[in-house]
């Protein structure tokens, strides 16, 4: 089947916008110095990964669950439930990161709770920066996890029970490993979504290096500083997003 | 003793059944599509929580909704065959049979019993329907439940194998002392395979009785054209049916008052003149219809009292549709019954 001009030319132009600027990133990373400068920004790798991967725990954890509600729930107001769970995706993150001040702030609403009943302060801490993480997260995990329940044909389960498995079995060894693979693309799309969080960490949880500043936040910094520093930690999010890609592909196509 | 007295209703479509089956009992149940068939297993196997009513096995109450009580599938004993297998996808077959059973080590016994030990490891989307169709009885039998419901067992099976998955599935369904209940939109399956036979129209009981029962007095006229027969409605009285319209049917021997008559489509014979003879019943009508089939053809002959006729290919060359006819029908061959 051929492909009419027009439409060849313009996903021409598109994908060349897309490709450049990270041939650009490439060609301008200057490799000698790539180990080096991830070794000084070793407290950031570590952040981005402690932080990324509790949050991508979190998503899956909340975001599994959430998905089988909305694959399977039967009840008033599922869509407008979906909207709510799937918001943060569309949301600036910036946003995201007002909101989550605005709630769980010291003066927050939730926040002047827990601050009072457990003492705990999430805004400027590396907790914070991980509720910010997985505020992104988790929407990602619970899309593509309902999508993956929802390729489950629901008849199965019933034929599960009247061998007498009981709803957790049913979902454990019927569902479960049917929907195996949109679970693993969920996770890997979480996590790249936690590890490149830049506006909702920075709002709510700051830059405070060893504590809350991620990878992105030091390359953004890094960028008036060292712009060299800033191409070379770049171009490792790109190795690490571009295998994270293949990885999800694998999981989505098995 | 299975006991069943149910109502369900979902978006425009509504059941209502009462029937038993017994122990060592084969239901056939017979309707067309969308008539309710598989609502009504689905019922008995607790895969529909919206249901009203009692579902009692012997002293068990499965579901007595007056009373607050409704088992889910899982606490009830009760083996199901889906329509098309509804193999576990991701489970070889030997793991499709042994997920219900508190030994899963002996669930190769379960296909040899069936003939398909070689499918122990075997994915679902490597097998054919109908040996998909054995892992799904084997896999329901394997629990050795006391009710076994099957929702057209022989649907999904392509001819070629059709007469040994047949035999197996017979064989299957006539061992053991069990409460069976089978769903099929075929008469012909439910005849061979039934001990009693249960038609359903839109989500009610037609009709239930044994074959035999059925072939000699059908109650309506979807019963009577199930198994092939003239079904004629009227008030009878000293050998004479008044039907609609003034028609009259002659029949050897009636019952008096209201009754219904049945008449084997080749039993009524046609003719391009008048026949001359003894036939009783005797009427001219138009031809709506001819369908050919292997060995007789179909003829349905419209008018006040429309009827099929079967004839051999050679006695149907004179018919063409929209020609009149004469139907002639003995009263011998009339048999009337009351209404």
Do not use: C
């Amino acid at each position: 089947m051929s492909i009419p001009r027009r439409l060849g030319i313009l996903a021409t132009v598109g994908i060349a916008g897309l490709v450049v600027p990270v041939v650009g990133l490439i060609v301008r990373t200057s490799w000698g110095r790539v180990l080096s400068d991830i070794g000084d920004a070793s407290s950031a790798v570590r952040v981005s990964l402690v932080v990324s991967v509790i949050a991508v725990t979190l998503a899956v954890l909340t975001g599994v669950p959430i998905g089988w509600v909305l694959a399977r729930g039967r009840f008033r107001g599922r869509t407008v439930l979906r909207a709510a769970v799937l918001l943060p995706i569309v949301l600036p993150p910036v946003v995201s990161g007002v909101a989550l001040l605005a709630a769980l702030g010291r003066n927050g609403s939730f926040g002047r709770w827990l601050d009072g009943a457990f003492s705990i302060g999430l805004p400027f801490t590396t907790a914070g920066a991980v509720v910010a993480a997985a505020f992104v997260a988790i929407p990602f995990v619970a899309l593509v996890a309902e999508a993956g329940f929802r390729g489950v044909d629901a008849e199965l389960e019933g034929v599960a029970a009247t061998l007498g498995a009981g709803p957790w079995r049913r979902f454990r060894r019927i569902v479960l490993p049917q929907a195996a693979p949109a679970l693993a693309a969920g996770i890997v799309l979480g996590w790249a979504r936690a590890v490149g969080e830049f506006g909702a960490t920075i709002t709510f949880a700051g830059n405070l290096p060893g504590r809350t500043q991620t990878l992105p936040l030091a390359i953004f910094f890094e960028l008036e500083q060292d712009p060299a520093a800033a191409f070379s930690l770049s171009f490792v999010l790109v190795v690490i997003s571009l295998g994270m890609l293949l990885a999800a592909r694998r999981a989505w196509m098995r | 003793m299975l006991a069943v007295d149910v109502t369900t209703r979902r978006s425009g479509f509504e059941l209502d059944m009462s029937f038993q089956v017994g122990e060592d009992e084969i239901l056939g149940v017979v309707g067309p599509n969308g008539s309710g068939k598989t609502s009504l297993l689905r019922i008995v196997a607790g895969l529909d929580p919206a249901m009203q009513g009692r579902v009692l096995l012997d002293e068990t109450r499965w579901a007595d909704t007056g009373a607050g009580i409704w088992l889910p599938a899982e606490r009830r004993s009760v083996g199901y065959v889906p329509q098309g297998s509804l193999l576990f996808p991701h489970m070889t077959a030997l793991d499709n049979v042994g997920f219900g059973m508190t030994e899963p080590e002996k669930a190769l016994a379960w296909l040899e019993r069936l003939g398909i030990a070689d499918l122990a490891g075997a994915r679902p989307a490597e097998l054919s329907g109908g040996q998909a169709q054995l892992v799904a009885l084997a896999r329901a039998q394997a629990r050795s439940p006391d009710v076994l419901l099957l929702d057209e067992p022989l649907a999904s099976i392509d001819i070629a194998n059709r007469a040994s998955i047949r035999r197996t599935v017979r064989r299957e369904l006539q061992s053991g002392r069990q409460h069976r209940i089978f769903v099929t939109h075929d008469p012909l399956e439910a005849v061979a395979l039934a001990d009693r036979i249960l038609v359903v129209a839109d989500g009610r009981v037609s009709q239930i009785g044994t074959v035999e029962d059925l072939r000699r007095h059908p109650r309506s006229r979807y019963v009577a054209e199930l198994l092939g027969l003239n079904l004629f409605a009227g008030t009878a009285r000293g050998g004479v049916i008044a039907l609609a319209d003034g028609a009259v049917l002659v029949a050897a021997e009636t019952p008096d008052g209201p009754a219904f008559a049945t008449v084997h489509p080749r039993a009524v014979s046609l003719y391009t003149s008048r026949p001359s003879g003894s036939p009783r019943n005797i009427w001219r009508a138009p031809v709506t219809a001819i369908e050919p089939s292997l060995e007789r053809v179909r003829i349905e002959v419209g008018g006040s009292v429309p009827v099929v006729a079967e004839v051999t290919p050679e006695g149907a060359r004179g018919f063409r549709e929209g020609d009149d006819v004469w139907v002639a029908i003995k009263a011998s061959e009339v048999q009337a019954y009351p209404r």
